[in-house]
Structure formats: C-alpha cells, structure tokens
C-alpha cells in the first residue's frame, strides 16, 4: 500500500472512530507494521499543523485522535451548543490529585492522606470519566484499586502521565543525623 492510500486509511478510520485509537489497532486495521502507521501518522500530523486545516491529530499514550484545533473552536460553537465541563470541587480535586500521583491507590490510601471519607469525590470523578475502577486487591475485603483515565490525560492537555509536574514531596529524603544539622 503506498503513503498516500495508507494516510488515507488511518484518517478515515481515526475520523470514523471518534475516540483515541491504539497504535497496535490501527496496524490491524489497516494491515502494515506499526512503524508505517506511526510514519504516516507523523505524514498526517505534518498536514494538518497547515493553517488551513481545523483539524489536527493528537497523541494519548500510545493511541492518536483526530480532533479540531482550538482556533476552529469559535466557529463550532456558533452552530452547537457545546456540553458544558462542571467545575470540579475542591474536595475532588485534591482526591484526582491523589489518585494522579498515587496510583494504583485504594480509598482507605486516599483518606488516609486527606484525613476524610471520599466516597462522593471518587464518585463524580468516576461519573467524570477522569478515574476508574482498575482492579481488585487479593486481600480481606477485594478493594478497589483506582487509577486515572485516558480521558484525563485528554482533558488536563497531557499525552502521558510522565509529563506530569514533578512533586518535590514525594522524593525521599535522606534521614538527617546529627539532630537535623548536615555536616
């Protein structure tokens, strides 16, 4: 299959799907290796950085979506209504970023670190679509493991959770002897 009918493919397929589509998947669907899709990904994503193209592709993990660019946004909203995001409280905010930076993380690890129940804040950021169930734990009890969703990593602008700010609080210290005084 040559580049052009290959690109042609994969737009097709990423326009027709909606959602992010793995790597792996659109090597299936479209028959060529993962290094030729990746290429005429980066082929596609080339022509659509052009400013007159609304549309461009973006990259979640390892799964790429065709999307409209920020610019065409103004235009959109003129013909629809867009769905409006509900801001996220305070308490659910603080329970995601335990979730972000902690995970896999059971609730009783998260109310351990907030100090409170946080059942209604994993509650809507499941209903937010932002974290989800991600297992179980062989232990009394079978708690639920969470952890975050793509859609998350859509909504916040990362491609993975590795661009994620760094926090400085969760890099170990070494332990001070001399009664916190360094030599």
């Not at 993962?34 to 007159?52: F, S, T």
């Not at 305070?90 to 930076?101: F, K």
């Not at 493991?145 to 609080?169: C, N, Q, W």
């Amino acid at each position: 299959m040559g580049s052009l009918e290959l690109r042609g493919r994969i737009e097709a397929i990423l326009f027709a799907w909606g959602d992010p589509v793995s790597l792996t998947d659109l090597s299936k669907a479209t028959g060529e290796n993962v290094e030729e899709v990746q290429n005429a990904i980066a082929e596609l994503d080339e022509h659509y950085q052009k400013p007159e193209h609304g549309l461009e592709i973006i990259q979640i993990n390892e799964s790429y979506q065709v999307t409209t660019k920020d610019e065409a946004q103004k235009s959109i909203s003129r013909l629809i209504t867009p769905e409006k995001k509900k801001n996220l409280s305070r308490a659910t905010l603080e329970t995601l970023s335990i979730v972000v930076y902690k995970q896999p993380i059971t609730k009783n690890e998260i109310e351990r670190i907030r100090g409170v129940k946080s059942d209604k804040a994993l509650s809507n950021l499941i209903q937010e679509n932002l974290i989800f169930e991600k297992d179980r734990l062989q232990k009394i009890g079978r708690p639920i493991v969470y952890a975050t969703t793509d859609y998350f990593l859509k909504r916040f602008g990362f491609k993975s959770l590795e661009e994620l700010p760094k926090l400085s609080i969760y890099e170990s210290k070494e332990p001070q002897d001399n009664n916190g005084v360094e030599e």
